[in-house]
């Protein structure tokens, strides 16, 4: 009786592995690892073909902004490059998450993990936009990938965009 239920409980484990992977891949199936290099960045993220980039700089602070296009208009990705102040993750997500707590508009964490967390802004009454930090260092770099300043995002479109930063950045 006991081995049954052992088994029964491993079966429904493995099936909610299953499920849970399947809908990882799906968030970002279409999109395809894309080089940074050209642009600076030495790193790689899972983008459409469908890509515009622009760089901008200001001071020691370097702005890449990917948009995507046609079915994937809601891939609008902004990563800050700069000099890392710390090279512990622990205390560079402690920061991104501080500025986005400061957000006036800022009201939850949605899902937090060692190198990032997504969170939602509620913008109005009626309004709720998400966003999300992944936080990448690399030698004396930090990376922070987020949503881009421009646009309102859904919380699937934030789930695609940062599962296409992670998937990439275990790599």
């Given at each position: 009786?006991?081995?049954?239920?052992?088994?029964?409980?491993?079966?429904?484990?493995?099936?909610?592995?299953?499920?849970?992977?399947?809908?990882?891949?799906?968030?970002?199936?279409?999109?395809?690892p894309?080089?940074?290099?050209?642009?600076?960045?030495?790193?790689?993220?899972?983008a459409?073909?469908?890509?515009?980039?622009?760089?901008?700089?200001?001071?020691?602070?370097?702005?890449?902004?990917?948009?995507?296009?046609?079915?994937?208009?809601?891939?609008?990705?902004?990563?800050?490059?700069?000099?890392?102040?710390?090279?512990?993750?622990?205390?560079?997500?402690?920061?991104?998450?501080?500025?986005?707590?400061?957000?006036?508009?800022?009201?939850?964490?949605?899902?937090?993990?060692?190198?990032?967390?997504?969170?939602?802004?509620?913008?109005?009454?009626?309004?709720?936009?998400?966003?999300?930090?992944?936080?990448?260092?690399?030698?004396d770099?930090?990376?922070?990938?987020?949503?881009?300043?421009?646009?309102?995002?859904?919380?699937?479109?934030?789930?695609?965009?940062?599962?296409?930063?992670?998937?990439?950045?275990?790599?």
């Amino acid at each position: 009786m006991m081995k049954l239920k052992l088994i029964k409980v491993s079966c429904l484990l493995c099936l909610f592995c299953l499920i849970t992977f399947a809908c990882q891949q799906e968030s970002t199936s279409g999109l395809k690892p894309k080089s940074l290099l050209t642009w600076g960045i030495p790193l790689k993220v899972m983008a459409p073909d469908s890509l515009t980039v622009k760089k901008s700089k200001l001071g020691q602070l370097e702005d890449i902004t990917l948009m995507g296009h046609d079915e994937y208009s809601n891939y609008n990705l902004q990563i800050f490059a700069r000099n890392a102040p710390t090279i512990e993750m622990a205390t560079a997500k402690k920061e991104q998450l501080e500025n986005a707590k400061g957000n006036p508009f800022f009201t939850k964490v949605v899902e937090e993990e060692e190198n990032g967390f997504i969170f939602e802004k509620q913008l109005d009454s009626t309004r709720v936009n998400y966003d999300f930090r992944y936080i990448r260092i690399q030698g004396d770099r930090e990376y922070v990938f987020q949503t881009s300043l421009i646009g309102s995002f859904s919380k699937e479109d934030v789930e695609m965009m940062y599962q296409a930063v992670k998937q990439v950045a275990k790599n």
